[in-house]
């Protein structure tokens, strides 16, 4: 990073650091996911502006914090959501499944439907599947990918939308 990036994170960070972490403390409420937050924003930034030069880095700077903030809820949120599923209702017993989950007969319908994902994954278009994978497996979210493979948001949308619709055809068909 040459001198000038330098000095301009470093005053970005001096003049805006506390108010940035005040800020993501509002979104996400909580202080030490806040500065975990604007860390990520900051190295973002510093990566973006060694790329192109920046019209308004602080503007970059709370909109990069501000996705974050969003992804991390949006994460947070599905976590939450999947756990209550999986704990039972008051009431309701629990069940000793765990054999039953185990059953040679539900292992190989596992492994066929993988490989029938596999299958899916192999025949969609470069670009489909690298937004596919992107997504799934490095959780990141349509604008980053969208940054990362240099296209619009619009046909990260449509790129993850054929992927699915290509995985469930596979699995859903005999």
Not at 94 to 115: C, G, I, N, T
Not at 132 to 139: A, D, E, N, T
Request: glycine content about 2%; some cysteine.
């Amino acid at each position: 990073m040459n001198r000038a990036r330098k000095t301009l994170m470093e005053k970005l960070f001096t003049e805006h650091g506390q108010a940035l972490v005040r800020f993501l403390s509002r979104i996400v409420r909580n202080t030490e996911d806040a500065e975990d937050i604007a860390q990520q924003a900051y190295l973002r930034l510093q990566k973006l502006s060694d790329e192109k030069e920046l019209d308004n880095p602080r503007a970059y700077l709370y909109q990069i914090a501000n996705n974050l903030a969003i992804d991390q809820l949006r994460r947070g949120k599905l976590h939450t959501e999947y756990v209550n599923q999986q704990i039972p209702a008051e009431g309701e017993t629990v069940s000793d499944d765990h054999a039953d989950q185990q059953s040679p007969e539900r292992v190989l319908a596992a492994r066929q439907q993988l490989q029938s994902i596999y299958e899916a994954m192999d025949s969609l278009p470069v670009k489909c599947r690298q937004a596919f994978l992107l997504h799934r497996s490095r959780g990141l979210s349509y604008t980053e990918i969208a940054r990362e493979m240099d296209i619009s948001v619009s046909s990260v949308e449509k790129y993850i939308l054929q992927a699915l619709k290509a995985c469930r055809r596979r699995v859903d068909s005999p």
